[in-house]
């Protein structure tokens, strides 16, 4: 202990001496004197456990979400939300949710009876996963709870709670991230680097892979083909799938899976590739629309020509044909002046 405590050396002498003669007094022995001071600091050592013990007991059962607590049975550390949703009848503001989970949850569900039912006497409230129903539903004033532990993709799905003998109904979705794909599928033309891109937006997958379909089936793309793929996995939330030198065999669908806690979600990509005459498509269509119509105007001119010399060539025969009646009928008469 510090000498600001004690004093000089005949003080501590003296306090000896003191204490001592307190545990004489007492009937006790100066090895009581010890055991005693070991039983307090292990009482204090039992208190302080209680204290903690009891601190653990009391933030697991008050976490709200964001924060997290310790499944009965499991080991590791998962995250704990409350969800409420609102049974009120009105179709147009019936509550269905959307809840995002990529790792271990432990989560309350709770269905909340609006006031306008308040009437009922004795209303019931039931909790489905599809058309199972679920048990173990602990009603709080005028909310029906539910609890699950998440694990895997197994607890996953569509949650619903119905007001008995009414149909009403709210619902509820516990889904994986979704990967942000390209809608429209990415066009490239042959000998051209083709480039895919899938995203997680704000939860960072495990890991990525692609997979090509070949027929019915998907094949993983791996790194050895580095001369033909390349894969980004930088930064983790986003990847990237280069070609290189596209032919139109590398044309068809394409799928990045992003590996979460709880399972896998998959995006779809499509990669059509063309050929360089498909630009000169157009084109070609003009020069041949074109060549049509030099190719009927040419011949038009060469049947009109044809007809134009045929009509020419009748004429003149005609005139030659003339030509020669007049000259016989002149000679004709000529011979019966004579004649006469």
Known sequence: MPAAFFGNRPGRRRLLLLLLLCVSLSGGSPADLTVATQDTSQSQANSLTKMHAGFNESSSASLGPGHTMQLAGQMSVVNYGKYELLLDGDSRSSMERHITL????????????????????????????????????????????IRLEVLDSSKLGSYSCNLIGEEISSMVHLQLPKIDENKKPIISYEGDTAVMICKSHDYAPLSWTWYMTNGSKQVAINDSLADKYVIDRKPTNVTHLKIRKVTEEDDGVYWCEAAFNLGKSKGKQQLIVLSFLVPLKPFLGVVAEVIFFLTVVFLYELYSKRKANAEDEKESDQVEQLKTEEKSGLEKSSARQRKN
């Open 102 to 145: 990529h790792s271990a949850t432990a989560i309350e569900l709770s269905c909340r009876l609006s006031k306008k039912y308040s009437h009922l006497k004795n209303p019931e409230v039931s909790w489905k996963r599809g058309n199972e129903t679920i048990g173990n539903v602990h009603k709080t004033g005028n909310s029906w709870n």
